[in-house]
């Protein structure tokens, strides 16, 4: 299935949202911004379930947050029991959240990290496999209803 990435942020990850649109452009990686357009004052539970709900829809295949911490949109994004939503400051978080959680949405804190790191963080992202094996029985147990 081709990649399509569904991005959502606040006004507070609407900066590092631009380099991650940069980053996917060289990539030559598809992606649909589910919003916010500019740096406004919103409220991040509104695309954040814009991007669960698109998700889930198969409009994109996999996504990436961001808010000022990441932990909001995170939140909201794990409300969804389709949406394993994983906030990742580094990029051993990452490789490790996709290798053991088969994570489908990077969330990233838009206000701690640099966009070096944020880059590092997307390539840790998009380029390692779900490892399965035990880790297919554990995260089936996550959604509660
Ligand atoms: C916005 O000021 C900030 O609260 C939000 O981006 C996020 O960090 C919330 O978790």
Known sequence: MERIVGLASDHAGFALKQHVIKYLDAHHIKYID???????????????????EMLAKNDC?????????GEGISMALNKHSNVRAALCWT????????LHNDAN?????????????????MDEF????FEGGRHINRIKKIPIH
């Open 34 to 52: 589910y919003g916010c357009y500019n740096e406004e004052s919103c409220d991040y539970p509104d695309y954040a379930h814009k991007l669960a």
């Open 61 to 69: 295949t996999c996504g990436i947050g961001i808010c000022g911490t």
């Open 91 to 98: 990029p051993e978080i990452a490789h490790m959240t996709r």
């Open 105 to 121: 949405v990077l969330v990233m804190p838009g206000r701690y990290i640099n966009e070096q790191t944020a880059t590092k963080i």
């Open 126 to 129: 998009f380029n390692t496999d």
